[in-house]
């Protein structure tokens, strides 16, 4: 099962990463560029929980920071992604499993702001002025609004390929078998001990016959 997370997950963050530099970032949208790699740490959160969420935010940012064109210091957006798949786990429904699209919605929403507000908080601590330039609130309305209208076509579809990882035909298959070779055993030593029990019921009649018959020859012979 947690191999079958981490295959799930590295590919979905590799396909999101390859569309988000090659797709996404040439459409030059006004203010912010919609954010994949959010969305997929989002939606892997909502499924794996807080801890697996904070571990997929930080691979993927990570892999953000060190892919090109890449204009800003690595370690930056893995903090913020990290930041983001640990609240995000947080509010995982029961199973994994959303009762209504709100949540969703809101969630990211508040992911949006969020990573855009943690993004440029960083970068000022580092000397990146770069949002002040362009205008954080512009960056924040368009990135919600671009993450917003993303969300529906990708969140709903990555829960459900992260559910269906979680079932596993191969670990189904082993405790089936399991459970098989388990009851044959049982079986097997139920037989044993039936078979020896009547055995010994065998033994002893043949016994009794024996005694009956030794006595009424005796009788017989006085």
Same mark, same amino acid.
């Given at each position: 099962?947690?191999?079958? /997370?981490?295959?799930?997950?590295?590919?979905?963050?590799?396909?999101?990463?390859?569309?988000?530099?090659?797709?996404?970032?040439? @459409?030059?949208?006004?203010?912010?560029?919609?954010?994949? !790699?959010? @969305? =997929?740490?989002?939606?892997?959160?909502?499924?794996?929980?807080?801890?697996?969420?904070?571990?997929?935010?930080?691979?993927?940012?990570?892999?953000?920071?060190?892919?090109?064109?890449?204009?800003?210091?690595?370690?930056?957006?893995?903090? =913020?992604?990290?930041?983001?798949?640990?609240?995000?786990?947080?509010?995982?429904?029961?199973?994994?499993?959303?009762?209504?699209?709100?949540?969703?919605?809101?969630?990211?929403?508040?992911?949006?702001?969020?990573?855009?507000?943690?993004?440029?908080? =960083?970068?000022?601590? =580092?000397?990146?002025?770069?949002?002040?330039?362009?205008?954080?609130?512009?960056? @924040?309305?368009?990135?919600?609004?671009?993450?917003?209208?993303?969300?529906?076509?990708?969140?709903?579809?990555? !829960?459900?390929?992260?559910?269906?990882?979680?079932?596993?035909?191969?670990?189904?298959?082993?405790?089936?078998?399991?459970?098989?070779?388990?009851?044959?055993?049982?079986?097997?030593?139920?037989?044993?001990?039936?078979?020896?029990?009547?055995?010994?019921?065998?033994?002893?009649?043949? /016994?009794?016959? +024996?005694? /009956? +018959?030794?006595?009424?020859?005796?009788?017989?012979? @006085?």
């Amino acid at each position: 099962m947690r191999f079958n /997370r981490i295959l799930l997950s590295t590919t979905l963050v590799v396909v999101a990463l390859v569309i988000q530099v090659s797709v996404l970032a040439r @459409l030059q949208l006004p203010g912010a560029v919609p954010d994949l !790699m959010l @969305l =997929v740490v989002l939606a892997l959160a909502f499924v794996y929980g807080h801890v697996g969420g904070a571990l997929i935010g930080f691979g993927a940012g990570l892999l953000a920071d060190l892919a090109p064109p890449a204009d800003h210091a690595a370690g930056r957006y893995a903090l =913020v992604l990290c930041v983001i798949g640990y609240l995000a786990g947080l509010a995982r429904p029961e199973k994994g499993q959303m009762r209504s699209a709100f949540v969703p919605m809101a969630a990211v929403v508040g992911a949006a702001l969020g990573s855009t507000l943690l993004y440029a908080a =960083v970068g000022a601590l =580092v000397g990146d002025t770069a949002a002040r330039h362009v205008g954080l609130a512009g960056l @924040l309305f368009t990135a919600a609004v671009y993450d917003l209208l993303l969300a529906p076509f990708t969140v709903p579809l990555i !829960m459900f390929l992260a559910r269906r990882a979680e079932n596993d035909p191969l670990a189904e298959t082993q405790s089936s078998g399991g459970a098989d070779v388990a009851s044959g055993w049982t079986t097997t030593g139920t037989g044993l001990r039936i078979g020896g029990q009547r055995g010994g019921l065998r033994l002893r009649a043949a /016994r009794n016959r +024996a005694t /009956r +018959a030794g006595r009424i020859k005796g009788v017989k012979r @006085l």
